[in-house]
């Protein structure tokens, strides 16, 4: 069965702090791997890797994919209080079209 | 507008009730997508258009839940006898179809429904 694991499922950190977030994943046909920011309902669109071993990177936000032990990091560096969000990770595979997401992780900066 | 838009953001019904949720996908974007989330879980997938057909309905709970897409662009999803369980976030996303970027989703901000 296809499934998506985010770790940890929350986090708090002070502001200033680093954070990286995981996601494992085992999708039969694996395309692309995209993470999501969700601050209150629409997930916003962060990142989406296809090729291992080449980082992404958005201001202080990056992200890396490993195809052979299956999983992606998302690191947030100097962290702010905007940052605190939901953050989910979805993997879609080249058969049909539909993404499978993890459950999250939340995070949550403090000042 | 530039985003894709979702009404209403807010539906409390009675259970047993009909509803409908509506979906605006961006201009231009062929693909359409409705999820359900419920509360600390990430987006389920229910349904994908291509155009105007369902290609992938494979989501959809039961047959209380149903989704349409006329012409190809809005789309609505229909949820009859209505039930407590059906509460959640209904998020929609569109994309421009294809594969690799062309297919990252875009979502809109959901419809809360409440079935109380």
């Known amino acids: 069965e296809d499934k998506v694991v985010q770790s940890p499922l929350s986090l708090v950190v002070h502001e200033g702090d680093t954070v990286t977030l995981n996601c494992s994943y085992e999708?039969?046909?694996?395309?692309?791997l995209l993470w999501y920011k969700q601050e209150k309902k629409a997930p916003t669109f962060l990142f989406m890797l296809?090729?291992?071993?080449i980082e992404k990177k958005s201001g202080r936000l990056s992200s890396i994919l490993d195809k052979k032990e299956l999983f992606s990091i998302l690191n947030i560096t100097a962290t702010q209080t905007g940052d605190s969000a939901v953050y989910l990770c979805?993997?879609?595979?080249?058969?049909?079209?539909?993404?499978?997401f993890g459950t999250g992780t939340s995070l949550t900066v403090i000042p | 507008g530039a985003g894709v838009s979702q009404t209403p953001s807010n539906k409390v019904t009675e259970k047993g009730k009909y509803v409908e949720l509506r979906c605006d996908p961006i201009?231009?974007?062929?693909?359409l997508y409705w999820y359900r989330q419920s509360l600390g879980q990430g987006p389920e997938f229910l349904i994908y258009?291509?155009?105007?057909?369902?290609?992938?309905d494979s989501g959809l709970p039961n047959d209380r839940f149903f989704a349409v897409r006329p012409e190809g662009s809005v789309s609505t999803l229909k949820i009859q006898r209505t039930e407590r369980g059906d509460s959640a976030v209904y998020l929609c996303?569109?994309?421009?179809?294809?594969?690799?970027?062309?297919?990252?989703?875009?979502f809109g901000p959901g419809t809360r429904l409440t079935v109380l």
């Open positions: 979805a993997v879609e595979p080249n058969t049909g079209n539909q993404f499978y």
């Open positions: 258009f291509q155009g105007t057909g369902a290609a992938d």
């Open positions: 296809t090729s291992s071993g």
């Open positions: 201009s231009g974007h062929t693909a």
């Open positions: 999708v039969t046909n694996f395309r692309s």
């Open positions: 996303a569109s994309s421009l179809g294809g594969g690799g970027a062309l297919n990252t989703q875009y």
